[in-house]
């Protein structure tokens, strides 16, 4: 069964320092995101993204993400200068008629 | 921004009981998802619904989609305790492409 895989599945960074988060999404979907979940809370969106372009972001995407799909197969979050509030589970998700989840990448900034 | 309210929060049931949660908002979606999140891992979609007074089955659970397109509900008929997680809905407005992700409830099945 075909499945969105993300890699690495733990990332521990310096603050300020710059991450990139790597997805391969379901190979026929076309919808992409990004979202976050805080230890404990609610899953939050990031971004969408569709025919290689962003089509949706929220007010916590701001100039320090940034989203790309370098080739037919991967999708990658990059945060440029890493905070401590960023430290979370960021899973991507691809969407055909449903929306699919990857494993998460922990991020840890320290 | 958007709200969804899901209750209740969290849950202690016996097993063979049903469990029942849902969520509401003030806005109108024209998609519900339901989700179970285990600890550590990402959210496994159960159920999807697209159309207002849908009522879509996956085993043991059952959910609607509410008539008013502003409300969903998720039902687990005789519980048992690999049920144990949390479960989140998730509503995609209409003209948008983001998912917007209930609060979450925490069940707890006692043996």
């Known amino acids: 069964e075909p499945e969105v895989t993300q890699t690495p599945s733990h990332q521990v960074t310096q603050m300020g320092q710059e991450v990139i988060l790597r997805c391969v999404p379901i190979?026929?979907?076309?919808?992409f995101y990004w979202y976050r979940q805080i230890l404990g809370q609610k899953v939050e969106f990031l971004v969408s993204?569709?025919?290689?372009?962003?089509?949706?972001k929220s007010e916590i995407f701001d100039d320090q993400f940034s989203v790309e799909r370098p080739d037919g197969s991967n999708f990658t979050l990059k945060i440029r200068s890493t905070k401590l509030e960023d430290s979370a589970m960021y899973f991507c998700?691809?969407?055909?008629?449903?929306?699919?989840f990857g494993p998460g990448t922990r991020l840890t900034v320290l | 921004g958007q709200q969804l309210n899901q209750s209740p929060q969290s849950m202690f049931i016996q097993e063979g009981e049903d469990v029942s949660m849902n969520c509401t908002s003030s806005?109108?979606?024209?998609?519900w998802l339901w989700y179970k999140q285990d600890p550590g891992e990402g959210p496994v979609l159960l159920i999807a619904?697209?159309?207002?007074?849908e009522l879509t089955s996956n085993g043991r659970l059952t959910a609607q989609f509410g008539i008013t397109r502003k409300d969903s509900f998720l039902n687990i008929s005789a519980s048992i305790p690999s049920d144990v997680g949390i479960y989140f809905c998730?509503?995609?407005?209409?003209?948008?492409?983001?998912?917007?992700f209930g609060t979450g409830t925490r069940l707890k099945v006692l043996a």
């Open positions: 998700a691809s969407r055909g008629d449903e929306q699919f």
């Open positions: 190979s026929n979907h076309l919808y």
């Open positions: 993204f569709y025919n290689n372009e962003i089509s949706e």
């Open positions: 806005s109108i979606f024209n998609t």
């Open positions: 619904l697209y159309k207002a007074g």
């Open positions: 998730a509503g995609r407005l209409s003209g948008t492409y983001k998912y917007i």
